[in-house]
């Protein structure tokens, strides 16, 4: 079984900057795509961004330029970096990585997720 825990997310003005983070831990062998997820109040839960073990990244078009992801493959860990933020940010922010565990079985994990604000 494969845990996703994030954190990170906040009440920010519009204009600022937060930085989530999520960590991945339990019977991992590997993890392939890591990236993250957000679902605002009457709406459907859309991408932001996600990133390959290699570091390919793709983004959606409405955070291109201003969302950063990155990862560490070494501690099982993947960012979000969001600047100039804007009220139409505002959601809950949901990790999901998929991989192989040591059992040698596939697995496609999600974090419970974290509110960010964006509000003056």
């Known amino acids: 079984q494969v845990q996703l825990v994030e954190s990170g997310g906040g009440l920010v003005q519009p204009g600022g900057s937060l930085r989530l983070s999520c960590a991945a831990s339990?019977?991992?062998?590997?993890?392939?795509?890591m990236g993250w997820y957000r679902q605002a109040p009457g709406k459907q839960r859309e991408l932001v961004a996600h990133?390959?073990?290699?570091?390919?990244?793709n983004y959606a078009d409405s955070v291109k330029g201003r969302f950063t992801i990155s990862r560490d493959n070494a501690y099982y860990k993947v960012y979000l970096e969001m600047n100039s933020l804007n009220p139409e940010d505002t959601a809950v922010y949901s990790c999901?990585?998929?991989?192989?565990?040591?059992?040698?079985?596939?697995?496609?994990?999600w974090g419970q997720g974290t509110q960010v604000t964006v509000s003056s």
């Open positions: 999901n990585a998929d991989g192989v565990t040591k059992a040698w079985a596939d697995f496609r994990s």
């Open positions: 339990g019977s991992i062998f590997s993890i392939n795509t």
């Open positions: 990133i390959t073990r290699d570091g390919s990244t």
